[in-house]
């Protein structure tokens, strides 16, 4: 009978302890393998990889943002406007002083085009940039789930995509400030949409690609006839080591002149300041590379 009662007992323990999974929200297995971003067409998504959603490495949509980082306050020195045409749709920041400067498009992560991105499009701009902050969604995500949907909607229709990116190209171009230099810089899935616009035959004179999705494929990558920075981090499991070297190894065997940092200890999204592996010595670090390639490519 005393067993009996014990045997009654440990099941219902039991009960409760699987009730208490079943309701508390899953956490990511870091130590299985994770989906990695596109690779080629219908595979994967193009945002965070799948265990990557949430806290864990992409962050949230609204939060904090790196500006205060570099300690640049470019308050009345820069000047926005939010642009929309039938072609295309974003946020352009610029210097508010008289000039020529150089043109930057830059590509949201996958949330869509929040206040974070609007920020740092006006601190590029507070040093000398005519920068196009483009809305490749037509929203602001707030799920991770309405995020991937937004993601896969872009990867469904790349070629949309693509013409959208070479519009805030030809919108700078046509800027009477414009100097005559133009590059693109983005993070995570804008990483990969930067490097959309160098293969598209766009020509370019700068790519940044931060955390984005890589192609080795030198056919492709045939189209870049001029320098790219990229910045990745070495516990990245949705872009590993193995790709970014492998996209290094066929920019080298195509002459095309490259800066890769693999920075270590730091994971995909490490730059994205609402996310759980921001890295603000990296992201510093990062940001004073990305300016000084822009000064050299753009400026030189």
Same mark, same amino acid.
């Given at each position: ?141 707030? &799920?991770?789930?309405?995020? =991937? *949907? +937004? @993601? ?8 949309? $995509?693509?013409?959208? %990116? ?40 700068? &790519?940044?690609?931060?955390? =984005? *999705? +890589? @192609? ?8 870049? $006839?001029?320098?790219? %920075? ?71």
């Amino acid at each position: 009978m005393r067993r009996k009662t014990l045997f009654i007992i440990l099941l219902g323990i039991l009960a409760v302890l699987v009730a208490a999974c079943q309701q508390a929200p899953q956490e990511s297995d870091n130590s299985a393998p994770q989906q990695a971003e596109i690779r080629g067409a219908g595979a994967g998504h193009m945002g965070c990889a799948v265990q990557e959603q949430g806290q864990t490495g992409c962050g949230l949509a609204e939060g904090e943002n790196n500006v205060g980082l570099f300690g640049r306050d470019y308050e009345g020195i820069v000047s926005t406007q939010d642009v929309s045409t039938p072609e295309l749709s974003g946020f352009l920041a610029r210097p508010a002083a008289e000039g020529k400067y150089p043109g930057v498009v830059m590509v949201h992560e996958w949330w869509g085009l929040n206040g974070n991105i609007k920020e740092m499009a006006q601190l590029l701009a507070s040093q000398g940039y005519l920068v196009f902050a483009i809305d490749l969604y037509g929203e602001v995500a707030t &799920t991770s789930e309405r995020a =991937g *949907q +937004l @993601t896969g909607d872009v990867r469904n229709n790349q070629e949309a $995509a693509t013409e959208k %990116l070479r519009a805030a190209a030809s919108y700078l171009r046509g800027l009477p400030e414009f100097s005559g230099k133009l590059g693109s810089i983005g993070w995570c899935f804008g990483g990969g949409q930067s490097l959309q616009l160098a293969l598209s035959g766009e020509p370019l004179d700068a &790519t940044v690609i931060y955390y =984005g *999705q +890589l @192609t080795d494929n030198q056919s492709r990558l045939s189209a870049i $006839a001029w320098p790219v %920075l990229g910045i990745f981090g070495a516990e990245d499991t949705s872009i590993p080591p193995s790709s970014v070297n492998a996209f290094k190894a066929a920019l080298d065997n195509l002459g095309v002149q490259n800066d890769i940092t693999i920075y270590p200890g730091v994971g995909h999204a490490f730059a994205n300041p609402s996310g759980a592996r921001y890295a603000a010595n990296e992201t510093r670090d990062a940001w004073g590379k990305t300016i000084a390639f822009f000064k050299k490519t753009l400026k030189g």
